[in-house]
């Protein structure tokens, strides 16, 4: 198998929103898509672990904005690869507004945002899908949408040209696991993607 033929599915990027009482939060997913168009549903994965998804579990509700060719890494970073139990993502962080659900969406490098609210979930295992109802969106720009295919090419950080380092290094963040033999169970620390990421170098 080769895993490189899953980054040609033609998935989106998105920011995930939720909050509870006194908190905001969001992660990136990249698996978001419309199931039904009457009534207008969407679905949205998320991995359990993430803070973002004991908040929706929480309220039912969350938002999605989806992210444009404009972004750079520094949103991913903010928002793909820290957590959000021990840090607050949107410290300092101007680019958003809050929807008529209460939760914020992202403003800045980004086309438009929706609205959901949960109406079944499926349990994955280690991600729990959630199926809404749309309740709310707006276009923001017109900048197209950035694929998964486009910020592997575009967006994610190149490794420095001169590096040393041996070992593996992952696909979708760059983090290098230096050692002879990886894991098969090795999970990234930066970006918590597993061993089928990560290409030897
Ligand atoms: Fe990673």
């Given at each position: 198998?080769?895993?490189?033929?899953?980054?040609?599915?033609?998935?989106?990027?998105?920011?995930?929103?939720?909050?509870?009482?006194?908190?905001?939060?969001?992660?990136?997913?990249?698996?978001?898509?419309?199931?039904?168009?009457?009534?207008?549903?969407?679905?949205?994965?998320?991995?359990?672990?993430?803070?973002?998804?004991?908040?929706?579990?929480?309220?039912?509700?969350?938002?999605?904005?989806?992210?444009s060719e404009k972004?750079?890494?520094?949103?991913?970073?903010?928002?793909?690869?820290?957590?959000?139990?021990?840090?607050?993502?949107?410290?300092?962080?101007?680019?958003?507004?809050?929807?008529?659900?209460?939760?914020?969406?992202?403003?800045?490098n980004t086309n438009?945002?929706?609205?959901?609210?949960?109406?079944?979930?499926?349990?994955?295992?280690?991600?729990?899908?959630?199926?809404?109802?749309?309740?709310?969106?707006?276009?923001?720009?017109?900048t197209?949408?950035?694929?998964?295919?486009?910020?592997?090419?575009?967006?994610?950080?190149?490794?420095?040209?001169?590096?040393?380092?041996?070992?593996?290094?992952?696909?979708?963040?760059?983090?290098?696991?230096?050692?002879?033999?990886?894991?098969?169970?090795?999970?990234?620390?930066?970006?918590?993607?597993?061993?089928?990421?990560?290409?030897?170098?």
């Open positions: 198998m080769n895993g490189s033929a899953m980054y040609k599915l033609g998935c989106g990027l998105y920011v995930l929103s939720a909050k509870d009482e006194n908190k905001d939060n969001a992660c990136i997913i990249n698996t978001a898509i419309q199931v039904t168009s009457s009534p207008n549903r969407i679905a949205v994965t998320v991995n359990k672990n993430n803070y973002t998804h004991q908040m929706i579990k929480n309220t039912g509700v969350f938002n999605i904005s989806v992210i972004a750079d890494f520094s949103l991913f970073k903010r928002f793909g690869f820290s957590s959000g139990l021990n840090t607050d993502k949107l410290e300092g962080f101007d680019g958003r507004l809050r929807g008529l659900n209460g939760v914020i969406y992202v403003t800045e438009a945002y929706i609205s959901g609210k949960v109406e079944r979930e499926i349990d994955l295992g280690t991600h729990t899908m959630f199926i809404a109802d749309v309740t709310d969106g707006e276009v923001l720009s017109e197209p949408t950035a694929t998964y295919d486009y910020y592997h090419k575009n967006i994610k950080e190149k490794p420095p040209v001169n590096e040393k380092k041996k070992g593996y290094r992952c696909k979708i963040c760059g983090y290098v696991y230096e050692g002879d033999e990886l894991p098969a169970d090795f999970v990234c620390p930066i970006c918590k993607h597993g061993a089928e990421d990560f290409e030897k170098i």
